[in-house]
């Protein structure tokens, strides 16, 4: 396939789907890169030098250059594209061949890119921009052809995905947008007193931490040393503190609590009023606008096409009082830091099943026996190991001839030994239960709900037609158990959080099957 | 030997083997493998252990029988638990036994495809097909084991599934 002759006709645009090469002056460029490389090199230049051998230093560049060359030559010569009638395909490798297939349809956009001497000798580095997550080095790339055949080969790719989203418009028969239409308006907004209550259920012992670290870091921020004993009771000794306090250690116990609580609470205070102010949620022609900040004000928009799934989650006690929060799982992500788009940091159910009818969503939750549970069996996978590891380090210990470390404090033996990895297992095997009985999943036809935890319960809106790909994953207890894990591959967001955990075998296998048939 | 493919009677369509040469490929690999730590095992023979209680050599002596085990009965294992098949609408690749996985993509999700054939599957007459997706969990697929022709084969099959799903 690579082996026929390509000869490069100085601007070919036809693309009739002969193998092309890449512009033979890609070599020179490759010697190029080498400049920097070859500072690996003055070592052994000085040591030539300094042997006295200097007349080598010339033959051994040369040398050096020539090699590069010829393997920089072998790769080109292994190396060829082709462009068909709707797709890209590309072979290389000299030891190990790939030949990638990339279709027209799948071609977000072709990015051209020239360096300096790129610049000066016409050419152009050509990446194919597809949906797949892979990082950058997996991405398709010409590195290099002509920049004429460059700009060809984009337009031509671009007149192909013209063509198509067209065809695709009037199969569907979709209205053109209205012109009174593409007015945003509001879906949601954050008052000032649900945004304090939200900042409320922020709340956060952060600023102890901050504080904690300044101190490690820099000793003498204070002219004192706070974590010295003596210092604090010298001062309450001094102010007469010291006897109120010892009169009056409960109350003073509850005040360092009602303290911590409201500084706990300020810190999420200002964080939500720092990010969430102002918060407001348009309905844009395309998808959602959405505008917030303080100190930095933000302006996001949110198309729908690009919305994956939608992530509502809550706390226990937000949960108690009817307060939840939405995200879009999008192709982009939101910040730095956030992967899932915030549409409603604090909102009744009913106003995100408003937000989610915009785009098509349904929180329908149906009846409970609508519902999939996992395998119980899976309770009591942690306490059994626990209690068995707890078992195994702890008894041969009360065995030892001389089990001081032990009997100093078990004093009743070996009912203790038991007992304690007893006890952790029995905490396990409650969380164990917590977490089972809230983890469950349902397929409604067209959208995929998965409900899991306690402590922050989530609850994920996925419909089939996002879903990338389906992992049926079991290890040796799951496998003991019958059942197994189904993991989906959906674009953008975080990954891994599109779980079913521990489903029946039957019950895994007919949802997947239902969940392809639904693509 | 007590493996047999896990839950055949689930799937819809039968799961294909690999070709037999991809049994070879896992046996070089192994044995591999098993060379670079028998070479390590024996310099800390030879520089560490000298002198040591133990009969000398006892450390490559003990590694040498792990690598035969290994190269004789693992890839024999291994290649059973692989099965594939590119029936209806979707690519379904099966292996593993301890840890199974069972992956399916339906052909409209893929992105783009690769056939690929390193040095010691060339060697052994296989090539592999790498199927790549748009989601962030498991976004690459990799079958391996195909005859090339066949690889390439099941490669223009999905090709030409491949639709504009975006407008």
């Known amino acids: ?519 | 030997m007590d493996i047999e493919p896990v839950a055949p009677e689930k799937a819809d369509t039968e799961l294909q083997p690999l070709e037999q040469g991809y049994l070879r490929v896992l046996r070089i690999e192994w044995a591999i493998t098993m060379a670079v730590l028998l070479a390590i095992a024996a310099a800390v023979d030879l520089l560490v252990l000298r002198g040591n209680a133990l009969p000398w050599g006892w450390l490559s002596g003990a590694v040498l029988l792990l690598s035969l085990w290994a190269v004789l009965t693992l890839p024999a294992r291994q290649f059973l638990t692989w099965g594939h098949s590119e029936e209806g609408d979707a690519l379904r690749v099966v292996h593993g036994y301890m840890f199974h996985t069972d992956t399916v993509v339906p052909f409209v999700r893929v992105q783009h495809i690769d056939v690929g054939q390193g040095p010691i599957e060339r060697l052994c007459g296989v090539s592999h097909l790498v199927v790549h997706t748009a989601g962030t969990h498991n976004s690459i697929v990799t079958l391996p084991g195909l005859d090339p022709v066949r690889a390439t084969e099941i490669r223009d099959s999905i090709r030409a599934r491949i639709q504009t799903d975006f407008a």
Not at chain 1, 119 to 129: D, I, Q, S, T
């Open chain 1, 1 to 519: 396939m690579t082996d026929s002759e390509g000869v490069i006709a100085p601007v070919d645009t036809a693309f009739t789907g002969h193998p092309r090469r890449l512009h033979p002056l890609t070599l020179l460029l490759a010697v190029v890169k080498l400049g920097p490389r070859t500072l690996n090199f003055l070592p052994a230049i000085l040591a030539l030098g300094v042997t006295g051998q200097a007349r080598l230093i010339v033959p051994a560049l040369g040398l050096f250059l020539l090699v590069t060359l010829i393997f920089s030559w072998i790769a080109w010569t292994r190396f060829s594209w082709t462009v068909d009638s709707d797709d890209v395909s590309i072979a290389s490798g000299v030891i190990s061949r790939k030949h990638r297939t990339i279709p027209f349809d799948r071609i977000q956009d072709v990015t051209i890119e020239q360096g300096v001497i790129a610049r000066a000798l016409g050419l152009a580095k050509v990446g194919f921009e597809t949906g797949s997550a892979a990082g950058d080095e997996d991405e398709a790339k010409l590195d290099s052809i002509a920049l004429a055949e460059a700009e060809a080969l984009r337009a031509h790719v671009r007149a192909h995905r013209a063509v198509n989203s067209a065809a695709v418009l009037t199969a569907s028969g979709e209205p053109a947008p209205n012109a009174a239409e593409s007015q945003d308006r509001p879906v949601f907004m954050m008052t000032m007193p649900r945004l304090l209550l939200a900042g409320l259920f922020n709340f956060s012992l952060a600023v102890f931490a901050v504080l904690f670290g300044l101190l490690q870091t820099f000793d003498d921020v204070l002219p004192f040393d706070p974590f010295d004993a003596d210092f604090w009771i010298g001062i309450t000794r001094s102010t007469g503190l010291a006897d109120w306090m010892d009169a009056h250690r409960w109350l003073a116990a509850v005040g360092g609590f009602v303290m911590l609580l409201l500084l706990g609470g300020a810190t999420g205070i200002v964080r939500t009023v720092m990010r969430d102010y102002g918060f407001r949620l348009d309905r844009s022609e395309r998808g959602f606008r959405r505008r917030r900040g303080l100190a930095t004000k933000t302006d996001v928009a949110i198309p729908i096409a690009r919305v994956q799934a939608a992530i509502i989650s809550t706390g226990i006690i937000r949960r108690l009082l009817g307060w939840y929060e939405l995200r879009l799982q999008s192709l982009a992500s939101d910040g730095k830091n956030e992967s899932d788009h915030l549409v409603a940091p604090l909102a009744r159910l009913d106003e995100l099943d408003a937000i989610l009818a915009e785009i098509g969503f349904v929180r329908d939750v149906g009846t409970e026996e609508q519902w999939q549970r996992g395998h119980p069996g899976t309770i009591m996978v942690a306490p059994a190991v626990i209690f068995l590891i707890g078992a195994i380090t702890l008894i041969p210990a009360m065995l030892m001839p001389d089990a001081t470390i032990l009997s100093d404090w078990i004093t009743p033996g070996a009912g203790l030994v038991l007992g304690l990895p007893l006890l952790v297992a029995t905490i396990a095997a409650l969380l164990g239960w917590l977490g089972w009985k809230s983890h469950c999943w349902r397929f409604d036809g067209r959208q995929l709900h998965i409900r899991r935890g306690w402590l922050s319960p989530t609850h994920i809106i996925l419909p089939a037609r996002n879903i990338q790909s389906a992992d049926l994953t079991l290890g040796p207890v799951l496998r003991r158990l019958a059942a197994a894990n189904l993991h989906f591959g959906v674009p953008g967001g975080s990954g891994g959080q599109h779980v079913v955990h521990a489903a029946p075998m039957d019950e895994a296998y007919r949802l997947r099957a239902a969940l392809m048939g639904a693509i």
